[in-house]
T-cell receptor, first 114, second 116 residues
Framework: GNSVTQMEGPVTLSEEAFLTINCTYT??????LFWYVQYPGEGLQLLLK?????DKGSNKGFEATYRKETTSFHLEKGSVQVSDSAVYFC?????????????FGQGTELSVKP | GAGVSQSPSNKVTEKGKDVELRCDPI?????LYWYRQSLGQGLEFLIY????????KSGLPSDRFSAERTGGSVSTLTIQRTQQEDSAVYLC??????????????FGPGTRLTVT
């Protein structure tokens, strides 16, 4: 079946530290990959996406590269801020024709300390 | 513009009662999704509506769960004979049409359901 596995949290970093949140996937088809973020008290929102192998999604200083050979989509940021504290979800869609339903990882909580 | 809205924001109900959760999607979005978020199960897909097509109900956990979308806009998720394991945050999302927007889903704030 299709699934997403993320590194367990919580992850606690100091401001300006480098961030990596690991995400790997299993998919029967050729998926599109996403990172969603849930800030405290807010709804889920799309952070970035990549729809084919070797694509790099980027937004707000975050990046993730679609690696088909390692079935991974790790999230990185060079210098985190306190405002990046949130829960991050890796997700996939196998095929738009199959309904566009997102399959999420379990989420990784990030806490950034000043 | 207005985002996805859901009501109520919180609902406490007794085991065995029926509940209705409402979702107002972003105007013009043809796709509408229901998910639920719980500590033990994470984020789970429940049901998906796309235009006039038959909904994808593959994620509904039991026949106590049903949903409808009226006029291609507002959606209601109904849970009959609620059980304690139904306690979760129920999230609604809507999305625009087109493969260029694949995976772009705009989530509402959720309805927190507690079954006592």
């Amino acid at each position: 079946g299709n699934s997403v596995t993320q590194m367990e949290g919580p992850v606690t970093l100091s401001e300006e530290a480098f961030l990596t949140i690991n995400c790997t996937y299993t998919a029967t088809g050729y998926p599109s990959l996403f990172w969603y973020v849930q800030y405290p008290g807010e709804g889920l929102q799309l952070l970035l996406k990549a729809t084919k192998a070797d694509d790099k999604g980027s937004n707000k200083g975050f990046e993730a590269t679609y690696r088909k050979e390692t079935t991974s989509f790790h999230l990185e940021k060079g210098s985190v801020q306190v405002s990046d504290s949130a829960v991050y979800f890796c997700a996939l869609i196998v095929s738009y024709n199959q309904g566009g339903k997102l399959i999420f990882g379990q989420g990784t909580e990030l806490s950034v300390k000043p | 513009g207005a985002g996805v809205s859901q009501s109520p924001s919180n609902k406490v109900t007794e085991k065995g009662k029926d509940v209705e959760l409402r979702c107002d999607p972003i105007s013009g979005h043809t796709a509408l999704y229901w998910y639920r978020q719980s500590l033990g199960q994470g984020l789970e897909f429940l049901i998906y509506f796309q235009g006039n097509s038959a909904p994808d109900k593959s994620g509904l956990p039991s026949d106590r769960f049903s949903a409808e979308r009226t006029g291609g806009s507002v959606s209601t998720l109904t849970i009959q004979r609620t059980q304690q394991e139904d306690s979760a945050v129920y999230l609604c999302a809507s999305g625009p049409a087109g493969t260029g927007a694949i995976g772009e889903q705009y989530f509402g704030p959720g309805t927190r359901l507690t079954v006592t």
